[in-house]
């Protein structure tokens, strides 16, 4: 059968271990995303590096290869939604690592209002309580396609499926006490306007 095959490193780590602007700024983005540690930073990074020296060889090209890699790495990209259907090579390179990051599951569910904060949309996903169509997905980094956006809910199996479920209802609470903030905010600032106008009158 031979040896079983070695796993190859898919990232590339920072060439410098102390540079402190990286340092602060991979800090940040752990802090941010809810990461576990920096070699998922590392790893995004590396994807969309990737993304762009695809880029980068391409633009030269203007064989009928080139340009079927051309339109194969766009529509692949427009899949994950990081850019348009439309794109260019050139916004390829403008990709921010801000954008794959908002790409991730875990992201998605935190924005989605599903959990109360980003790490929390970390565990539920690696208890396995997430499902993307139904099937349950319990990889955090995992990149969240285009069409699978609004397929994204718990696992029906799972507790927190149902509505009445402890954290559900503290996180509807939550989002209550939110709005019920900014209807009284919306209030005020209109009775300002109003005394303002009642003076000036």
Do not use: C
Request: aromatic share 6%; proline share 3%.
């Amino acid at each position: 059968m031979g040896d079983p095959k070695k796993n190859r490193k898919k990232y590339s780590t920072p060439h410098h271990p102390w540079q402190a602007t990286r340092l602060k700024e991979e800090d940040e983005l752990v802090k941010k995303f809810g990461l576990k540690n920096k070699k998922e930073v590392w790893k995004m990074i590396s994807t969309i590096k990737h993304f762009k020296a695809q880029a980068k060889s391409l633009i030269a090209s203007t064989s009928e290869q080139g340009e079927k890699e051309k339109k194969q790495l766009i529509a692949k990209l427009a899949k994950l939604n990081l850019v348009s259907e439309n794109a260019t090579l050139d916004d390829v390179l403008d990709l921010k690592i801000e954008s794959i990051f908002d790409r991730r599951l875990q992201t998605f569910i935190h924005k989605g209002n599903l959990t109360k904060s980003i790490t929390q949309a970390r565990q539920f996903i690696i208890h396995g309580h997430i499902a993307i169509n139904g099937k349950r997905v319990n990889v955090p980094s995992y990149l969240v396609k285009k069409d699978e956006e609004t397929k994204i809910s718990f696992y029906p199996n799972s507790q927190l499926s149902k509505e009445d479920h402890p954290e559900r209802m503290a996180k509807k609470l939550e989002r209550d006490l939110q709005k019920e903030k900014e209807h009284l905010k919306e209030e005020t600032q209109e009775q300002r306007e109003t005394l303002v106008e009642v003076e000036a009158a």
